[in-house]
C-alpha cells in the first residue's frame, strides 16, 4: 500500500513538472512576441539607418493630406530637403505631366530627399529631381467614395462635375456631363487616380492593357498604401522606411463634416465602379498586394500588435495637444488662423483646436502635427528658401 502511494506521488510530481515547464515555455514565447513587437526596427529585418531618399505621389482624395503631413514632418525634424514648387505654385504642375523646372532650386540642387506635392507622374523628370536609390510610394482609395469626395470637393472646378445636380444624376449619364476635350479641367471626373500615375484616364479597359499598366506601377513603386485601411498601411510603411514610431503616427487631415458626404444608393455605387474602371482594376489589384505583404512580413497577430501601439500613441499625442478630446472643428471654430484648412467646392473641410498654455516645444510639436497642407508646404518653402519671396495663401489673408 505504501509503495503504492509513494508511486502516486512520484507520478503527480512528474506531472506537475511538465506543466510547469509547458507553462514556462508558453510565457517564454509569449514575452518574446511582446518584445518584437517593441523592437523600433520591427525584429525580422535587416537593421540600418532609416530611409531617407521618398518619393511620394500623392493622389487625389485619398488621405494623402495625411501621408503629406508625416513626410513634411520628416523632412523638418531630420533637416531634409524638399522638392518643393517653384515660385507661386503650390503644386507641382498638376495637372500637366511633372517636369522637373516646376521644383524650387532645381537647377542649383542636384537632388532632393523628398518629394510628395501633387503632381502627375512622369518617370523621367522625377529621376532628374531625385536621387537613384529613392523609395517610391503612393496611396489609393476605393474609387467609389473617392469619386464621391472629388464630386463634392471640385463640383466648382470641374466642368462636368458643375453642371450635374448630383453624383446620382451625373452617374447615370455622365456622357451628358462628362466631354473629353475640356480633358484637363475634368481629371477629378473619371479615373483620378489612372491620370495621376501618368496614364490616359479615357483609355478603353482592356484586360492586356490594364495588366501592363498595373505591371508598370509594381515596378516603380515599392508600396502602394491604401486608404480604407490606412494604420496597417503606416505600419508597413514604418518597417520599409525603418523609422521610430512617431516618425508615422498622424491625425487625420483634410477630412469633411459628415453633412459633405453623400450618402450612395447601392445603383449609385455600382454605376461608379463602372464609370471608373481603370480605378477600380487599379484599387482591387494594390488592395489584395498589401494584404499578401501584410501576411508575409508581420502576420495576423504581431500586425493587430503594431496597429494598437499606432493607435494607441495616436491617443496619447491628441491628449497631449488637441482640445476638446480632439474633435475635428470647422472652420469657423477653429480660433488660429493658420491651423484652418483651405475650402473648396462644396465641402466643409475640418480642422483642430489645439488645448491653451502648452509650452514652447510642446507647443511646436503639436502645431506641426495639425498643421495643414498649404500652410506647411509655405513654412518649409521659407525655411528651405529664406532668400526667396514667401509663398502667398490667399485665403489665410497673407
Known sequence: MMSMLGGLQRYFRVILLLLLALTLLLLARFLHSDLELDTPLFGGQAEGPPVTNIMFLKTHKTAGSTVLNILYRFAET?????????GSRVHLGYPWLFLARYVEGVGSQQRFNIMCNHLRFNLPQVQKVMPNDTFYFSILRNPVFQLESSFIYYKT?????????????????????????RHLRNVYAKNNMWFDFGFDPNAQCEEGYVRARIAEVERRFQLVLIAEHLDESLVLLRRRLRW???????????????RSVARLSPETRERARSWCALDWRLYEHFNRTLWAQLRAELGPRRLRGEVERLRARRRELATLCLQDGGALKNRTQIRDPR???????????????????????????????????LQYMARLYALQFPEKPRKNIPFLGA
Not at 247 to 252: I, L, Q
Not at 355 to 369: A, F, I, M, S, Y
Open 244 to 258: 521610430a514610431l512617431d516618425d508615422v503616427v498622424a491625425f487625420r487631415l483634410n477630412s469633411r463634416s459628415a
Open 339 to 373: 491651423l484652418r484648412p483651405y475650402q473648396s467646392g462644396k465641402a466643409d473641410i475640418l480642422g483642430y483646436n489645439l488645448r491653451p498654455g502648452l509650452d514652447n516645444q510642446t507647443l511646436g510639436v503639436c502645431q506641426r502635427l495639425v498643421m495643414p497642407e
Open 157 to 181: 472646378y470641374a466642368p462636368a462635375f458643375g453642371g450635374a445636380p448630383s453624383l446620382d444624376a451625373f452617374l447615370a449619364s455622365p456622357r451628358t456631363f462628362y466631354n473629353d476635350s
Open 78 to 86: 531630420h533637416n531634409l530637403s524638399v522638392a518643393l514648387p517653384a
